[in-house]
C-alpha cells in the first residue's frame, strides 16, 4: 500500500461537525518518536470546503483515493472525517523497524466500513474496533464510532545486516566483491545464455536492421578512432554474473525482511490501539491557538539525530559508538502559524543544563546602542548578529568536546587536549575588545557604476586587436558596521595597505581600490565603531555627522532584541534580478513577477529562555484574498491546471 495515500489523507483530515467524545491523543503511545498535530478545524475556516475540495481534485486525491476502494469518492464530504478535531500522525522507533500511526477522527454515523478500505482483507475486530488489513499484510487499519487508526511502517535494513540476526532469519550477507565465485558466475552465465536464447529465437526478420546497424558503424568509423576501447576489452561476463547474482541476493533479503515486518505488524498492532502508555497528559501536542494549522513535535532531537545515522557506518569510520553522541538537543516543537496575509514557521528547542551554559554565555552582549543612529531611510534587505565574542571564545573548548568528541573515537583525548590548550592560550577579553561580536549589515539599493571590460575589435582580415571599453552596470550598495573598542588591528593592516598602493586614506576615510572583481570599498573609524561600505556619500556622510537616520521602528527592534535577524524586502526582488541582469528561464518568470505583490521575508532567532532557544521564518503574502492560506490553496490550484494544460 502507497504510504503517500495515508499521508494525504491524514493531512487532509476534513469534513464533519460533531464533536469526538474521545480525545485522541489516548492513543499515541508514550515511546512516539515525533507527533504531527493537524488543525482542521483552523484549516477550513481560514479556507473552504469548496476551496480544499477543488485543490485535492487538482492534485488527482481522489483518484489516487479511488485506485483502492469499489465505492467511489468524489469529495472531502464523502471521507466521512470529522473537521472539529484534530488528527495526529506519528511515529515509533526500535533497533528493528519504526512504525507511522495516523489518527482520525470520524463523524457520527460514519461509512467508512462502506466507503473505505473495500479492497483490504477483514480481521476479526479488537476491543470494540473493526479491523483491515492490505493484502501485502505491511498496513493495518482499525475503526470504532468515533476514530480511524492507520499504521504501517518499515524494517530497518542495518537492523538485519549483523550475523547473528541475518542466521537468525535466514538472510545472505555475501557481500557484493564475495560473489565473484566460479559457481556463482557459471550459474549467472547459464541465466544470460538461456536470456540470450530466448531473444534470438524472438527475432523474425534482421535484414533491415543490419543493414542500419552497417550504416551506422560505417558512420561512427571516425568517432571510434578517438575512443578509449580500454574498458570495452577488459569486459568480462563475470561482472554481469556477479551484478545479477547480487539483484538475487537483494531481492532474496528484501522478501525476508518484508515478511518478517508484516509478522511483527500484525503482532504489535493490537497494542497500539489502546496504548496504556500513552501522551493524552502531553500539552505540547495538543494545538489551542487557532492560528497555528500544524504542529510538529520531536520527542528529543538527539535521538531523531542518532536515528538519522546507522550505527554501524559511524563505528567503521570514527569508532563511535550512538550512543556517546549527546548533544543537549531535548524536545522540540516546530508550529506552522496563518495570522491574517502572512505565514510563519516557528520553532523551539529544550536545551539540557550544559549547553544552556554555553548559549548564556553567547548571548551576554549587549548590542551597540549607537547602531540605531546609522540605520539607512532606505533599504533592501538588512541583517544583524549579536554573539558575544568573549562569551564564545569562553566557551570554545566546550563546544569542542561537545559536537567533535563523540565522533573522534579514541582521539578523543586528543581534543579534550586541543581544547584546554585553546582555553589556556586564548584571551578572550582581548579579542572582545577587537571584535565584540555585534554586526549590522544593510543592502541599500543598487547603484549604477562604470566598468571597464576587455573585448575585441577585428578587421577584414579577421586579424583581431584587444580594446578596453566602458559600460555602466548596477551593482549591490551595502553598508556594514560593527563595534571595536580596540581598532589598532585594522588600522595598522589598512596603513600597511597604504604603502603597498593598495589604499588611500583622505579626511579620515579609507578608500580600497576596486579590483578586477570588486567595486572599490570604504572605510571610517567613528568612536567604537567601524564602518565599511561601497557607497562613497554614505560613508561620507557618517564621518561628517550628516547621515540621515530612518524611522522604521520596526527596525531598530529587530536589531535591539534578537540575536540573529534577517530581512528582505521580497517586493523588490523582480525589480534587483532585472538589474542585475540574472537570467531566469521563462517558466519562473510568472513565479518572479508576483514577487512585487509580497511583503517582507523574515528569519530571526531569540534570546535563550527557560531553557529554550526559539527562532522563526516568516513571510507576508499578497493580500489578494481573504487570508494567506487561501491565497496559498488558489496559487496551487493555478499552477497544478496550467502545468496539466501544458
Known amino acids: 500500500m502507497n504510504i503517500k495515500f495515508f499521508t494525504l489523507l491524514s ?24 507527533v504531527i498535530t493537524i488543525n482542521n478545524k483552523a484549516i477550513v475556516e481560514k479556507s473552504s470546503i469548496a476551496l480544499l475540495n477543488e485543490t485535492l ?16 469518492t468524489n469529495t472531502i464530504m464523502e471521507l466521512d472525517f470529522n473537521l472539529d478535531k484534530q488528527a495526529y500522525v506519528y511515529r515509533t522507533d526500535a533497533d528493528s523497524l519504526y512504525y507511522i500511526g495516523i489518527l482520525i477522527p470520524l463523524k457520527a454515523n460514519h461509512q467508512v466500513k462502506e466507503r473505505m478500505f473495500s479492497k483490504f482483507n477483514s480481521r476479526s475486530s479488537h476491543d470494540g474496533f473493526e479491523r483491515r488489513v492490505s493484502k501485502d499484510g505491511k498496513t493495518q487499519v482499525a475503526w470504532d464510532q468515533e476514530s480511524l487508526f492507520i499504521m504501517t511502517g518499515s524494517p530497518k535494513s542495518s537492523y538485519f545486516e549483523t550475523e547473528e540476526i541475518a542466521n537468525l532469519y535466514g538472510l545472505d550477507l555475501e557481500r557484493y566483491d564475495e560473489l565473484y565465485s566460479p559457481d556463482t558466475v557459471l550459474v549467472a552465465e547459464e541465466a544470460w545464455a538461456t536470456a540470450e536464447e530466448i531473444v534470438v529465437a524472438d527475432t523474425i526478420d534482421t535484414t533491415e536492421w543490419e543493414s542500419a546497424a552497417e550504416e551506422i558503424v560505417d558512420e561512427t568509423q571516425e568517432w571510434d578512432s578517438y575512443s578509449d576501447s580500454t574498458e570495452l576489452d577488459s569486459y568480462d561476463l563475470a561482472t554481469d554474473s556477479i551484478y545479477l547474482a547480487n539483484l538475487a541476493r537483494e531481492a532474496k533479503n528484501d522478501s525476508i525482511r518484508n515478511d518478517v515486518f508484516v509478522n511483527w505488524l500484525a503482532k504489535d498492532f493490537a497494542n497500539y490501539i489502546n496504548p496504556s502508555n500513552n501522551l493524552a497528559n502531553h500539552k505540547s501536542i495538543k494545538i489551542k491557538d487557532q492560528n497555528i494549522l500544524l504542529r510538529f513535535w520531536i520527542a528529543n532531537v538527539d535521538n531523531l539525530y542518532r536515528e538519522a545515522y546507522a550505527d554501524n557506518m559511524l563505528y567503521s569510520i570514527f569508532g563511535t559508538d550512538l550512543k556517546d553522541i549527546k548533544y543537549g538537543y531535548e524536545d522540540a516543537t516546530i508550529d506552522l502559524i496563518q495570522h491574517e496575509h502572512s505565514l510563519k514557521i516557528a520553532g523551539s528547542v529544550h536545551i539540557d543544563e550544559d549547553l544552556t551554559h554555553i548559549f548564556k554565555a553567547l548571548h551576554k552582549n549587549n548590542i551597540n546602542k549607537k547602531f540605531a543612529q546609522y540605520i539607512p531611510e532606505n533599504h533592501l534587505a538588512y541583517a544583524s548578529m549579536n554573539i558575544s565574542t568573549e562569551g564564545y571564545l569562553k566557551q570554545l573548548p566546550s563546544l569542542l568536546k561537545l559536537s567533535y568528541a563523540p565522533l573522534v573515537g579514541e582521539y578523543a583525548d586528543v581534543l579534550q587536549i586541543v581544547a584546554t590548550a585553546l582555553e589556556i592560550g ?9 571584535l565584540k561580536g555585534d554586526n549590522v549589515f544593510f543592502l ?67 578608500t580600497i581600490h576596486a579590483t578586477k572583481d570588486t567595486e572599490a570599498m570604504y572605510v571610517v573609524f567613528k568612536k567604537d565603531i567601524v564602518f565599511v561600505g561601497n557607497n562613497f556619500e554614505q560613508i561620507s556622510a557618517i564621518q561628517k555627522n550628516r547621515f540621515k537616520t530612518g524611522n522604521d521602528p520596526k527596525v531598530k527592534k529587530d536589531i535591539f532584541t534578537h540575536p540573529f535577524n534577517f530581512v528582505i524586502n ?36 531569540n534570546k535563550l529562555s527557560k531553557n529554550r532557544i526559539s527562532g522563526e521564518m516568516s513571510l507576508e503574502l499578497p493580500k489578494k484574498d481573504s487570508n494567506a492560506l487561501q491565497y496559498i490553496l488558489k496559487q496551487v490550484i493555478q499552477n497544478v491546471g496550467n502545468t496539466s494544460s501544458n
Open 444 to 510: 541599500n539599493d543598487l547603484q549604477k557604476v562604470s566598468k571597464e571590460y576587455l573585448t575585441y575589435e577585428y578587421d577584414d582580415d579577421y586579424n583581431y586587436t584587444e580594446v578596453m571599453k566602458t559600460k555602466e552596470e548596477y551593482s549591490p550598495n551595502f553598508l556594514w558596521m560593527f563595534t571595536s573598542e580596540d581598532q589598532r588591528l585594522f588600522q595598522k593592516t589598512l596603513e600597511f595597505a597604504i604603502k603597498k598602493e593598495k589604499v588611500e586614506l583622505d579626511e579620515d576615510i579609507y
Open 11 to 34: 493531512i487532509s483530515v476534513l469534513a464533519g461537525i460533531t464533536v469526538c467524545a474521545q480525545e485522541l491523543t489516548r492513543k499515541i503511545p508514550g515511546n512516539a518518536q515525533f
Open 57 to 72: 481534485v487538482k492534485l488527482g486525491a481522489f483518484e489516487k483515493i479511488n485506485e483502492r476502494n469499489d465505492y467511489p
Open 570 to 605: 521580497t517586493s523588490s526582488i523582480p525589480e534587483v534580478i532585472h538589474k542585475l541582469e540574472i537570467p531566469v528561464a521563462a517558466s519562473w518568470d510568472p513565479t518572479l513577477q508576483n514577487l512585487s505583490d509580497y511583503g517582507k521575508l523574515q528569519i530571526r532567532y
Open 426 to 434: 586564548l584571551d578572550e577579553k582581548s579579542i572582545a575588545k577587537v
